[in-house]
C-alpha cells in the first residue's frame, strides 16, 4: 500500500521547535524528491523544503532557510523537517509529498504527485 504519514505537529510558542516526520510505506524515499509544503487558512499552498533523491541534496524557501531543515533516515525510510525559530506566520498545515522516481540531483517544489494528509503546526503565545 502506497502511503505517505505525516506527524509531530502541535502548538508551540514563538521562537519554539518542532520536527515533523513523514513516514513511507509502499515507496522508498531514496528514489523520490521528498517534498514538505503549507498551507494556511486563506493562503496558496507553498513549497518550504525538499531533499533530492540523489544526493540528499536540499532547497528552502527564502522565508525559512536557516530556520527549517530537510533530512533523510534511509533505514526508516522517513524524512524529517526541523523547525527552529518558530514564528506566528508558520502556522499551517504541513504536508510531505513525493515527486519521481528521478535521478535528478536538485529538487524543487514543481511536479509532486503523492502526498500525506497533512499536519496541523500552530505557533502561538
Known amino acids: 500500500q502506497l502511503q505517505l504519514v505525516e506527524s509531530g505537529g502541535g502548538l508551540v510558542q514563538p521562537g519554539g521547535s518542532l520536527r515533523l516526520s513523514c513516514a513511507a510505506s509502499g515507496y522508498n524515499v531514496d528514489y523520490y524528491h521528498v517534498g514538505w509544503f503549507r498551507q494556511a487558512p486563506g493562503k496558496e499552498r507553498e513549497g518550504v523544503g525538499c531533499i533530492s533523491s540523489v544526493g540528499g541534496n536540499t532547497n528552502y524557501a527564502d522565508s525559512v532557510k536557516g530556520r527549517f531543515t530537510v533530512s533523510r533516515d534511509t533505514a526508516k525510510n522517513t524524512v524529517y523537517l526541523q523547525m527552529n525559530s518558530l514564528k506566528p506566520e508558520d502556522t499551517a498545515v504541513y504536508y510531505c509529498?513525493?515527486?519521481?522516481?528521478?535521478?535528478?540531483?536538485?529538487?524543487?517544489?514543481?511536479?509532486?504527485?503523492?502526498w500525506g494528509q497533512g499536519t496541523q503546526v500552530t505557533v502561538s503565545s
Open positions: 509529498a513525493l515527486r519521481g522516481p528521478t535521478a535528478q540531483p536538485m529538487c524543487q517544489f514543481e511536479g509532486y504527485a503523492s
